[in-house]
C-alpha cells in the first residue's frame, strides 16, 4: 500500500516548504503536491496521514547509546525492545549502539554476535553497532580488519578511565583502522590526571555530590581530546570525539581541525542544558545527574550552542545510558564514585533540540535537521540512504506537531528508568508519528505500533586506504 503523509512543512536537502512526501513499500517515492491522487479511485490502496500543522523531518539518527551495558555492577536499563520503543516514540529511527568491551575469554566477533542475537529479536528501530576497546591482543590485530570487511567498521577507545588504552597501542589501532577502513571514536580523559583528581578527595568528600565535577574537571576532557588529536595526526587517521562537555575541549578541537586534523565532533542535549549546579541538590536527587563527563558550569551552554549553529560541533547524540535512581544509582551513597554513571536520554533528544535549538532561536530549522540525522548517517555511512528527504532514501520520517506547549514528564515517556533529568522542563511540539521504512512503527494515539524484530541491522563499510 502506499501512503501520503500530507499537508506539512518539509525539511528536506533541497530547501524547506509545504508539501506532502509519497510513500511506496518502504522507500520515499516523491515530494510535492498528490491532490489528485488522494481523489483517485485508487484512494482505498493509499492511506493518508495527517501532517497538518506539522513539520517532516528526516527520522532521527542518534549515533551514541548503549543498550543494556553492565557498569559498576550493574546493567543499564533499557534492553533493545525499551530502547528502540523510547527512540521511536522520540522520532529517532536509526541508534548506534556502542558495545562494552568483550570479557578476557571472549573474542570481538562472539561478543558483536551476541548482541545481534539480542538486537535482531527485539529492535523496532533500525541500528548499527559501535564496539569498545579496553585492550589489544595479538588475535584483535586480525580481528579488527575482518570485522570491518563484515560491515562492523565503528570502534571506541578511552584516553582515560580505568578501561584506557595506552598510547601505544592506540597508535596502533589507528593504522589498522586507517588501512583496512574503519572509524576510530576516542572518549577524551587521561588516566594519570583522573586518578590523581580523585585521589585528592576525601572519603567526606566523595559522599558529598556537590564535588561531583571534581573527579573529571575540564582540563582531563580537553588533555585527552588534544592527545588523540595528535596521535591521529601522526597516523593520519581520521577521529570521531564524543560527548564534547566544555568551551575548553571544543577549543581543542578547533585547534586540532586548524592543524589539520580530521575530526567529527559530538556533544549531547545534557551539556547544552544541564548545569552542575544540580549537584547542589540533595543527595538524592543530585545522583539523577551522574555521568561522565559531568555536568559543568553553565558558561559553557552558549559556546557549545554557538559551535552547533558555526558548525564546530557536528552532531548532536544522546549518550543513552540509563540507571535507576532507586535500587542502582542510590546504592553507594558514601561514595559517588561507586555510581553508575549516565542518564537516560534516547527519547527527548530531538524535541530538546527542537524547542531549546530552533524554537529558542539557537538553530535554523535546516542546521537542527543536519545535527539530529543528517550528519549522523553521512558519519554512520547511511546517507543518503537514511537522515534525508528525498526521492529513493528510506522512508524514515518523524513528524512534528509544532502547536502543542507541554513539559517533559516521565510519566508520558516510553523510557524504562524510573526518572528523567528533563522532568518538568517545558517544550513547544510532540511527535504525532514516526516511520521507519514506510511503516508507521509510532503514533502519538495508539503508541508503538510495531512488533519486536521489526528493525534492521545496518552493515556498514567505508574504502581502505593505503
Known sequence: MKKLVRG?????????????????????AGIGHFDDLGDSASEKELEIIDAQDCIIVPGGIDA????????????????????????????????????????TDESLAENIRGARIAGDENVVSDYCFQQTLSSLSPSM???IPRLVAAGYPGFKVFLGSDIAMNDRDILRVMEILRKCGGQLLVNGGNLGMEQFATGAL??????????????????????????????ARLTGMPI???????????????????????????????????SDGKYKLNYQEALKYTLNPP????????????????GSLDIVSSDHCPFNLHGQKDQ?????????????????????????????????????????STNPAKYLGLYPRKGTIVAGSDADIAIIDTRPDVIFSKRSMFERNDYTPYESMPRHGTIRATLVRGEVVFDAERGIIAQKGFGRYLPRFFGKST
Open 141 to 143: 590485530l586480525g580481528e
Open 8 to 28: 506539512g512543512t518539509v525539511v528536506a536537502a533541497s530547501g524547506i516548504f509545504m508539501a506532502d512526501v509519497l510513500i511506496e513499500g518502504d522507500k520515499i
Open 332 to 372: 553507594s551513597p558514601s561514595d559517588f564514585l561507586k555510581v553508575p554513571n549516565g542518564l537516560p536520554g534516547i527519547e527527548p533528544r530531538l524535541l530538546l533540540l527542537y524547542s531549546e535549538g530552533v524554537c529558542a532561536h539557537r538553530l535554523s530549522l535546516r542546521r537542527f535537521v543536519e545535527v539530529v
Open 202 to 231: 576525601t572519603s567526606a568528600e566523595r559522599a558529598d555530590l556537590s564535588n561531583y565535577g571534581r573527579n573529571r574537571p575540564e582540563v582531563i576532557e580537553a588533555e585527552g581530546l588534544s592527545r588523540a588529536a595528535y596521535l
Open 64 to 103: 551514541h547509546t548503549h543498550i543494556d551495558f553492565p557498569l559498576k555492577g550493574f546493567r543499564s536499563n533499557d534492553d533493545y525492545w525499551s530502547g528502540t520503543c523510547s527512540a521511536v516514540a522520540g522520532g529517532t529511527t536509526t541508534i548506534a549502539v556502542f558495545l562494552p568491551a568483550p570479557r
Open 295 to 310: 555536568l559543568r558550569d553553565r558558561s559553557n551552554f552558549e559556546p557549545l550552542w554557538s559551535g552547533l549553529a558555526e
Open 240 to 274: 570521531y570525539a564524543v560527548h564534547i562537555s566544555s568551551a575548553q575541549a571544543l577549543g581543542e578541537i578547533k585547534k586540532a581541525r586548524a592543524a589539520g586534523c580530521s575530526v567529527v565532533a559530538e556533544t549531547c542535549p545534557q551539556y547544552l542544558l544541564l
